[in-house]
């Protein structure tokens, strides 16, 4: 099948993911993302986010927070097809709605409380499983009064379906690294004067006995304090605790 894409748009797709890949936080990224992959399938909306296997949902916002993604987050994407589809396999898929259409699908409480109420008529979804519990997606979507997608927007979808999961992972990658930085910010915030002076120590190269002796306390009470530090940063290796406790003194 031969593409009717041209070289200013598959430019623009390049430096689309070019840019993204290179995003600080995830609102940047689904902001370039989205919008170069718009340009490369013809669609009128394209929206970015996560699936998870404990039941959740998590679309990432590009431009200030949008009702309809929170609307979806907080419990209509359980009728969603794609979803469904998700959870119900463990292998990748992208597909359009028409192959998931089940009945009347202007009939389902999908339709009547989300989808047409969106002004939403069609789109193509794709689901990319990044571990054990975590997929990732892509929607490319048209509005009411647009034509459906075809075949060849399926085919251009696929095509660029290895350079979407890498851009997902790089997404999951920004959005845990906030996370964690949450969590430390709270844990610092809660750490003692002293488990503050000993997680110093412990960056410029110290253990429980130099420590000890620095600050004329006993190894043992050092190594109780490095206890509370550990739990209080939620870290479970000691590589971990001493990359955290850098983040929590020099941040």
């Given at each position: 099948m031969q593409s009717n894409v041209s070289l200013d748009q598959f430019g623009r797709?390049?430096?689309?993911?070019?840019?993204?890949?290179?995003?600080?936080?995830?609102?940047?990224?689904?902001?370039?993302?989205t919008a170069a992959a718009s340009g490369l399938v013809g669609?009128?909306?394209v929206y970015v986010g996560f699936y998870h296997r404990d039941i959740t949902s998590l679309t990432i916002d590009d431009a200030g927070p949008d009702r309809w993604n929170r609307d979806y987050d907080a419990h209509i994407y359980r009728q969603d097809p794609f979803f469904q589809r998700f959870a119900s396999t463990r292998q990748d898929f992208l597909l359009p709605l028409s192959a998931l259409r089940n009945g009347d699908f202007r009939r389902t409480p999908y339709y009547r409380e989300f989808y047409g109420p969106s002004d939403?008529?069609?789109?193509?979804?794709?689901?990319?499983?990044?571990?054990?519990l975590t997929a990732g997606y892509v929607t490319f979507l048209r509005r009411n009064g647009a034509p459906a997608f075809g075949e060849q927007d399926l085919a251009m979808a696929c095509a660029a379906s290895s350079a979407t999961r890498l851009i997902l992972q790089r997404l999951l990658h920004l959005c845990?690294?906030?996370?964690?930085?949450a969590a430390i910010g709270e844990g610092r915030?809660?750490?003692?004067?002293?488990?503050?002076?000993i997680a110093r120590h412990l960056v410029g190269g110290g253990n429980a006995k130099t420590i000890s002796r620095s600050l004329a306390i006993s190894p043992g009470t050092v190594r109780n304090h490095i206890k509370q530090i550990y739990r209080k940063l939620g870290v479970h290796s000691q590589v971990e605790l001493l990359a955290t406790i850098r983040d929590v003194v020099q941040g």
């Amino acid at each position: 099948m031969q593409s009717n894409v041209s070289l200013d748009q598959f430019g623009r797709w390049s430096d689309g993911v070019a840019a993204a890949a290179m995003a600080a936080t995830p609102e940047e990224l689904s902001a370039r993302f989205t919008a170069a992959a718009s340009g490369l399938v013809g669609s009128d909306r394209v929206y970015v986010g996560f699936y998870h296997r404990d039941i959740t949902s998590l679309t990432i916002d590009d431009a200030g927070p949008d009702r309809w993604n929170r609307d979806y987050d907080a419990h209509i994407y359980r009728q969603d097809p794609f979803f469904q589809r998700f959870a119900s396999t463990r292998q990748d898929f992208l597909l359009p709605l028409s192959a998931l259409r089940n009945g009347d699908f202007r009939r389902t409480p999908y339709y009547r409380e989300f989808y047409g109420p969106s002004d939403s008529f069609d789109e193509i979804t794709g689901v990319f499983n990044l571990d054990r519990l975590t997929a990732g997606y892509v929607t490319f979507l048209r509005r009411n009064g647009a034509p459906a997608f075809g075949e060849q927007d399926l085919a251009m979808a696929c095509a660029a379906s290895s350079a979407t999961r890498l851009i997902l992972q790089r997404l999951l990658h920004l959005c845990r690294s906030r996370d964690k930085g949450a969590a430390i910010g709270e844990g610092r915030s809660r750490l003692s004067s002293r488990e503050s002076e000993i997680a110093r120590h412990l960056v410029g190269g110290g253990n429980a006995k130099t420590i000890s002796r620095s600050l004329a306390i006993s190894p043992g009470t050092v190594r109780n304090h490095i206890k509370q530090i550990y739990r209080k940063l939620g870290v479970h290796s000691q590589v971990e605790l001493l990359a955290t406790i850098r983040d929590v003194v020099q941040g």
